[in-house]
Every structure is written in C-alpha cells, then in structure tokens.
C-alpha cells in the first residue's frame, strides 16, 4: 500500500490524507527519531504576506479550532489565501509536512490552492481545494534545499472564504533550524534616463477648458535653463508668459484650436501639439498631480499642502505634466473634536463651510499653488460627514460647490462616506443622486472644476459615471486599505480588467493612488512596503490603464528612485495618450499576463507581467493586440530600442515586475 502512494503521489509531494493515515506514515517526527521538530506556528509569521488578516497561531483565521474533514487540529496556521511565506533551510536534512485546505467553518466555500517551492522549483501542487473538499497531506523531503516558498493561492476566483489551513505544519531537522525570512527585494536601479539638457516639451497633448473659465496651464518641459516658451495657434484670449511657460487668460468662442508649445534653450527647440478644445469637457486626458491622503491622513495642513506644492516645481515635476495639488479630507470641522486645532463652528453665520485651524486661509492657499503655475484640489462628501468624520457637504451642497470655487479650487473629491446614512438605501438612482446634483452645480460655477467620484465602485459607477457629469470615478475601495500593498496593487490593478469601455477622455476609471515613496503604512511614515519591480509594475499598469497620477506619498522626501518613476516621459505619454483609450489583458498565464494598450500614433503600449514568486519568461503575441509581422519593439522605462521582432516578443520578467515596452512604428503626427 505504501509503496502505491509514493508511486503515485511523491512527484508532486501530495499525499491524500486519508491514505497518509492508514499507511501510518503521518508521523515524521517517530520516521526521524534524531529530527527536531519545529513546529510552524511556532515560527516568527511576522514575514507572511497574506490578502486578509495576519496568520493565526492554532486557529483558523477566525479564530476558531483550525478542522479539516470533520477532524480537529491541535497545531497549524490558520492562513487566508492569497498567502506566501519564504523559509531558509540550512541543506541538511529537513522534512516539511502539513495536512492542508479550507476549513470547515466556511461550510463548503472558498478555494485556494496550495503550492510549495524548493530553491525555485514547483514542488508541491495541491490542485484547487474547495471547502468541503477532502484535505490533503504534504511531505517534503527537504535535505540539501536552501529555499522553501509556500504558497497559497486564491484559485483564479478572488480570495473570498478562503480559509486556508496549515494544519500540523512542521519542520522535522537536523542541523540549523529553519527560518522564516522576508520576501527578497531587488536593489532599486532607477531605468528612467536623466532629462537630456536639450527641450522637451513633456505633458499632454490635448487640454479641456470651458468658454470664458480662467485658463492655467504650464507648459511642461525639461531641458537646461534659461529656457525660452511659446505657443503658436493659441486661440484668442490666451498668452504666454516667455520666462515661466505659464499660458493664462480665458477663451470666449468654443471650438478646437490645434496649437503646439514651444520650449527653446541655448541647445536647441522643442514643439509639441497640444489641442485645446473650448466646450464643456474637461480632464481630455488623466489628470496627474498628488493628493495628501496617504502621507498625512488626518493630520495634514496649510503648510503641508504648501510644501508639496514647492516641491512639485522643486523637483521638477511640473516639468513632466504634473499639475494637481490636492486636498483629501481632514481640512474642515470636526465635530466633537477634543482637538482646538478641528474643532470650532462647522459653518458662518450664512452656512458658508469653514476650513479648520490647520487650514487659516484657504484662498491664500490656492493663491500660493497658483502662483507656481499649479493647479489644487478639494474634498468632500455628499453626507452630513466624510470618512474621517469632519464636516461633510449634506444639505449645503450649493453653498459648498461656490465656496470651493471662490477659495480658486480646481478639482473636487466627492467622497460617499456617511451617505449611505441619509441616501435612502443604495439603489442606482440613490447612488447617482448626489453625483448628478454635485456636478450640475459645478457647471454653474464661474472656474473649471474637475470631478472626481469616490464611492468605491458601487453600482458599477463605471457605467454611469460619465453620464452623472463625473471625470472620473475609483473603481474600489482604498487601495492603502489592506495587509498587503503588493496583493492591493495586483488586485486593484488587474481587476482593471473589462472596464476599459467605460474609459476616454474627460472620463476615466480611477483605481486610486500611487503608493510609493514615503507614505503613512502601519501607523507609520517609511518607504514603501513595495518593492522596487512591484513598483515598476504599478506605475506601468496606471499608464496602460489611463489611470490618473497621483502620488501619495511625501513629497518632501521624494527619493532619486521615486522621482524616476514619476517621471519617465515615455511611460507617461502612455498614460496620457490622446486618444484616451484604456487598455486590456490581452493575455493571460499561470503567473504571467500580457496587458496591451493602443495609442493614438497606431503603436501599441504593452506590458509583460510576473505575477509570480519566481522569473518567468512571458511572450507578447503580436496577433494579440491587432499586430502581424516584423515589429519594432521600445523598452518605455529605458526609451531605447529592444529590436525588431517577428510576430512576438518574450522578455524573462522578475519576480513581480514588469517589462513595458512599445511595439509598432509610430505613425507621424
Ligand atoms: C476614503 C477614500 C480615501 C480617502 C479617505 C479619507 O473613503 O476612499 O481615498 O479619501 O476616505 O477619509
């Protein structure tokens, strides 16, 4: 019998339980008699990355007695797919074993599959196990291994009741004791090339602007100083300033005026189209610019959002197209508050919204952005409260949207939050309702205001934000609301997928903000909990995603290696391209995926991403995103060419990175 199952079943390390059981081989610790045993909750799980909740120690991940097939266990780690942690084995000899699967609690939901990895080689697949089914048993012989991966993946259907078990997990060694270690993360290398000190005009190429509303746009461009900005076939009403790159004024007559922006140095010019189309749309293409959220949460201030501002010139990110500084909640009222700097009256003696102290003077603050030639951003929520409990717009929906638009904001956040309170159920004309009122109202302000729903994807907002008068819309809850960054952004960022019709220009899918640099994680300000390919892999999904950029994080410790992801030219021009179409999976594999964008030069932006724990190699089929023959192909972070390809291009990805590149000639402007 014995024999039977080794025939059958060691390849792949999987051993049914209940044959495990009556063959009597469950017991490693008696095999081994010398062994020492280490049980795996016993080890530091503080390494474990996990979608929900954190490892549990003899429990399941509620809490409760960790049961498999009706049996109850008295050890393991009650996990939650999707689920990896690494251990470093000394190469003596060393066995793994554990008896896995759903818990019983979930009454027959879930499904997860467990896998283990030994120095970077498949070694145990458990098939997706579904709640109910039959656990099954896991032993590894482990000696001479370095590395031991396990993992438990969400069986392609999202992670919900994936209650999974390491029921009896232990290691069973001599010689040094297994350790947990933390995910490996590569030396960040910073691929985006310095400006060249000659021009380029960066930025989009079209522009939205309403008749007669104030116009404020920085031309957008690198390149040594002094630098010398013009613009030719501007539509009257319009001027340049020479020294700043600032064109301000306002357009009375609607219609599309096909300009282009000059920036010329010592070294030489630099053009570079830009369409400005007079109507009633604006955000043409995804706006781009930071928002305070995930740097100071509740605690930000006038001079925060000052600095930030500061440091968008400083470090030159204005010079990549970035324009918005935003406000995200905590700036008003709060009621209740025990703190003087938040408390005080919600609104003057008219009903007119007051600021809090940390915010004194909010029209000399946007006066302050504006002067740098940016543009700046409010917060706020349709119900009596925002998220964060500070005063909401509920039933001052009027007043507030002129207030906004008098203290010289550019951009409103309207955030569900207490809504639900006062909204009357969530049926989709009650999620509708306050969009739709917010943005007839906005229309009838005198400035340009851009904006954005926040309400978490409810209803499908995708399908009818455009049509309630938003520029775009989150697709999902908090992208920073999670145990891991990394499974957050896949998440969030893949998920993307199948909403890409609802995308164009003035209206785009929103999946949240960038995440990287110094942000507020654990309670704390450190750098990104992402690592260096994770981070390639997010912003070169934004882009092919049309996403609108916005960094979140500090933008006063703004790293060499942050700034080279926000600002490579060529990964931008993708996000912003004109022709607003957010792109797709086109492919997809075990861990690998192909995601293909078209652009408006008849080129294709298209990513190959690893999702998984070791490096793959992943083909792009041209045929798959409307391509055949010979093609050339650009790497984007590192704007050079790759080569010509013939019908494909392969490129071996690391461990969650990405490779971007653009494939196709560029048809001329
Ligand atoms: C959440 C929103 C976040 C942030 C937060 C502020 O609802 O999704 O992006 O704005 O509220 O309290």
Known sequence: MRDEFRKANTMRGILPLAALLAAGILAPSRAQSTATTLWLEDMDLAPASQSYGRPHIRKTIIDKPITLGGRVFDHGVGAHARFTLRVRLSGSPCRFSSIVGVDDETVKLGSVRFKATVDGKLAVDSGVLKGGDAPKAISLNLAGAHELLLVVGDAGDGIAYDHADWADARFDYSGAPPETVAEPREVAVSLTPKPSPKPRVNGPKAFGVRPNAPFLYTIPATGRLPMNYSASGLPKGLKVDAKTGRISGCVAARGTYNATLIARNALGVSKRPFRIVVGDTLALTPPMGWNSWYCFLNRVTDKDVRAAADAMVRTGMIDHGYSYVNIDDCWAIKPNSSDPALSGEPRDAEGRINSNKRFPDMKALTDYIHAKGLKTGIYSSPGPLTCA???????????????????????????????????????????????????????????????????????????????????????????????????????????????????????????????????????????????????????????????????????????????????NDEVLDVDLDRLGRQGRRVWKGEDAQVWARFLEDGTRAVALLNTGEAPVKVTARFADFGMRGTQPVRDLWRQRAVGRFNGSYSAVVPRHGVVFVKVGSPAHE
């Not at 904001?409 to 159920?425: A, H, I, N, P, R």
């Not at 993307?496 to 995308?503: P, S, V």
């Not at 990287?516 to 070169?540: D, F, H, K």
């Open 389 to 567: 409990g500070f005063v909401g717009s509920y039933q001052h929906e009027e007043q507030d949207a002129r207030r906004f638009s008098d203290w010289g904001f550019d951009f409103l956040k309207y955030d569900w939050c207490s809504m639900t309170q006062v909204s009357g159920g969530l049926e989709l004309s009650k999620l509708e309702k306050p969009y739709r009122q917010m943005s007839a109202i906005l229309k009838r302000q005198p400035r340009d205001i851009v904006l954005n729903l926040c309400q978490y994807g409810m209803g499908d907002v995708w399908k009818w934000g455009r049509d309630v008068g938003g520029n775009s819309w989150r697709t999902t809850g908090d992208l920073g609301a999670a145990t891991s960054l990394a499974d957050s952004m896949y998440a969030i960022g893949l998920g993307q997928n199948g909403l890409e019709k609802w995308a164009g220009p003035g209206h785009w899918n929103d999946p949240d903000y960038l995440l990287i640099g110094t942000i507020t994680w654990e309670g704390a300000m450190r750098p990104t909990p992402l690592t260096p390919n994770e981070q390639y892999t997010y912003v070169s999904l934004w882009a092919v995603l049309a996403a609108p950029m916005f960094f979140s994080g500090d933008m006063t410790r703004l790293d060499a290696f942050t700034l080279s992801l926000l600002t």
